[in-house]
C-alpha cells in the first residue's frame, strides 16, 4: 500500500536530525521537498540519495494530482519542508489532505520544530497555547491580531527578519506597549537568541532593528 512519510528536518543544528529520520530517507522511493536545493545539500551532508520533487507555494496546486499519482504508484514516498515539521506553515498540508482524501497512508515521524523551543524559553505558561503561525504579510495582519485581542492563552508567532519590526509595532498597536513578549531568534544555531520583556522593550533591541535570521515571537495572554 501506498506511504506518505512526513519527515521533520532541522531547523538549524544538523545533529538534530533523528535516526529514525535518516533511515527512513535513505528508504523511501522519492522525497517531496518545498525547496530541492536546499534539501540537496541536506542529503548530501549525510550521503543520502534519494530522486527530489519540488513541492511548493508557487506550483502546490498545479501538481497536486500529478503528485498524488506518483504517491500512489511508488511504495513509500516522504515530504519534507526547508527545516522543521513539514505540513505546518508550509505547503505540505495540501498534500497531506488531498491524500487522506484519495485513501493514501500517512505516516508522521517526530523531530524539530520552532514552536515548542521557542514556547519554553519565553518562561510564558505552556499548559494551553494558540499557534498562529505567519501573520498575512499585507491584508489582514491588524483585523488576526485583533481577533486576538481578548486571548488569555499564550500566542505564538513565526515571523520573517523582513516583517519583524512591522509585527512588533502592530502587536504594540492591538495589545499595548507593556504586554509582555519574548522574541526568539535563529533557534539551535550558533547565533541564538532570546529576547524578553514589554513589546515596547523588545522593539528598540538591535535584534528588531537590524533583523538577522529566521524569528519565533511568543505573546503573553491577556489578564
Known amino acids: 500500500m501506498a506511504r506518505l512519510i512526513l519527515i521533520p528536518t532541522p531547523i538549524g543544528n ?5 535516526l529514525r529520520a535518516l533511515e527512513t530517507l535513505k528508504s523511501i522511493d522519492l522525497l517531496f521537498a ?13 550521503d543520502i540519495q534519494v ?13 497536486l494530482e500529478e503528485y498524488l499519482e506518483i504517491i500512489e504508484s511508488n ?3 516522504g515530504l519534507v519542508s526547508d527545516a522543521g515539521m513539514p505540513g505546518i506553515s508550509d505547503p505540505g498540508f495540501l498534500l497531506v489532505r488531498a491524500a487522506i482524501e484519495r485513501g493514501i497512508e500517512i505516516e508522521v515521524l ?12 519565553s518562561g510564558f505558561p505552556s ?27 499564550t ?12 509585527a512588533i509595532n502592530q502587536m504594540i498597536e492591538i495589545f499595548g506597549p507593556e504586554r509582555k513578549a519574548s522574541v526568539v531568534r535563529e533557534i539551535s544555531k550558533l547565533h541564538e537568541e532570546v529576547l524578553r520583556g514589554s513589546l515596547e522593550e523588545l522593539l528598540t533591541t ?18
Open 127 to 153: 499548559d494551553r497555547f494558540v499557534f498562529e503561525g505567519f501573520l498575512p504579510h499585507k491584508k489582514g495582519r491588524l483585523k488576526r491580531l485583533q481577533e486576538l485581542s481578548e486571548e488569555t492563552r
Open 34 to 46: 518545498e525547496d530541492t536545493r536546499h534539501t540537496a545539500r541536506l542529503l548530501a551532508h549525510f
Open 51 to 63: 530522486p527530489l520533487k519540488s513541492f511548493h507555494q508557487h506550483n502546490e496546486h498545479n501538481k
Open 14 to 18: 544538523l545533529e538534530d536530525i533523528t
Open 75 to 77: 511504495q513509500a514516498s
Open 110 to 121: 517526530p523531530g524539530p520544530s520552532a514552536v515548542l523551543p521557542a514556547l519554553v524559553l
Open 206 to 223: 538591535e535584534s528588531v532593528k537590524n533583523p538577522r535570521g529566521e524569528y519565533v515571537i511568543v505573546l503573553s495572554g491577556a489578564l
Open 155 to 166: 500566542m505564538v508567532f513565526y515571523e520573517s527578519p523582513y516583517r519583524i519590526e512591522k
